[in-house]
């Protein structure tokens, strides 16, 4: 997310108060272009996408080659965040969308990428195989590169929380990223799973990035009669069937393989801020809605957050500055 001039203050100011630029850790883009494509998870539609290098401090940026330039570049931000069924889709002021974003998220969270341009000809991200293990090995095969300013990050200063009657996403104060969520679903094959963890780039790509999404085949009809999951398929997603059994060959990644994705989507929804979370992240019986909530609860409130600098050694923030209200 390039930031607002208030919040370019905000961070200049933490800047010079800060340790040794040394300590810092640097912002990253991609070292050149790299390119795939696959089936759209909802819309079922052909797309290809390539991700390129962009600028320090230009967040990541959406680039719709299918449509006239002026109405092509959506942000990735949280206040960009127009519907969340099932998926997390982002649109710009002029209406153009671009849908299930979460995992492409996730995998730039996990890699530490900050700046990327996402070119994409559609207005969904491909599904690839369910989980952002693919993207990974496309942003490890580019390469990473860091460039010549700090990496910002959001310290939560005080807890915050959206959703009720037992779905529910909170954020509260930790020196790094924390992530814990909870899962109870009426049916045997998920039932009750809970995982909690540090979130870095080791945890994220041998604990998070190869889960892959789920759904019930009970649940596909009617789920296309609202133009969604018209391109799912074993191929993209872990299928549990009216007998409860997992319809995939090979069966499940990890015997919580359920509760492993939903971090990963959480993961994803939670950078849509602009930067890595300082904070314990929980969620329970939560989805994009909830982590989107979030969010806005974080960020309307001045006392709750701070922009930070994260220390080269340990990924923990060193301090910041009292924030102000974030910009549209």
Not at 63 to 75: S, V
Not at 88 to 105: D, F, K, P, S, Y
Not at 211 to 219: E, S, W, Y
Request: proline content about 4%.
């Amino acid at each position: 997310m390039r930031l607002g001039q208030s919040e370019h203050e905000i961070f200049r100011r933490a800047m010079r108060t800060a340790p040794p630029r040394s300590r810092l850790q640097r912002q990253k883009t991609l070292k050149g272009p790299i390119h795939c494509s696959g089936i759209g998870l909802h819309s079922g539609s052909r797309v290809s996408l390539t991700l390129e290098p962009a600028p320090a401090d230009s967040g990541v940026v959406f680039l719709r080659t299918d449509l006239p330039a002026e109405r092509a570049t959506i942000r990735a931000d949280w206040r960009s965040v127009v519907d969340t069924r099932l998926c997390t889709v982002v649109a710009n002021r002029q209406g153009a969308q671009v849908g299930t974003v979460e995992h492409l998220m996730a995998a730039l969270a996990g890699c530490g990428v900050d700046n990327a341009l996402v070119r994409v000809d559609h207005a969904e991200i491909p599904a690839m195989d369910g989980s952002a293990e693919p993207f990974v090995f496309l942003i490890e095969c580019a390469g990473v590169e860091e460039q010549d300013a700090p990496r910002r990050a959001v310290q939560v200063l005080k807890s915050v929380s959206a959703g009720k009657d037992g779905h529910y996403a909170s954020l509260s104060p930790a020196a790094s990223t924390l992530m814990s969520f909870e899962i109870d679903f009426d049916n045997p094959a998920v039932s009750r799973q809970e995982l909690s963890l540090t979130l870095d780039r080791d945890s994220f790509k041998s604990e998070i990035c190869r889960a892959r999404t789920f759904g019930f085949l009970k649940d596909a009809e009617a789920l296309r009669a609202q133009g969604l999951a018209r391109g799912a398929s074993l191929d993209n997603a872990v299928v549990i069937n009216g007998e409860n059994k997992i319809l995939n060959e090979g069966g499940l990644r990890f015997d919580d393989e359920f509760v492993r994705h939903k971090v990963l989507d959480s993961v994803g929804d939670l950078y849509l801020a602009g930067g890595p979370i300082c904070g314990h992240y929980r969620g329970v019986k939560a989805g994009h809605r909830l982590n989107n909530l979030l969010l806005r609860a974080l960020f309307a409130d001045p006392r709750a957050y701070a922009f930070t600098c994260l220390d080269q050694a340990t990924g923990a923030a060193m301090g910041a500055e009292a924030p102000l209200a974030a910009t549209a």
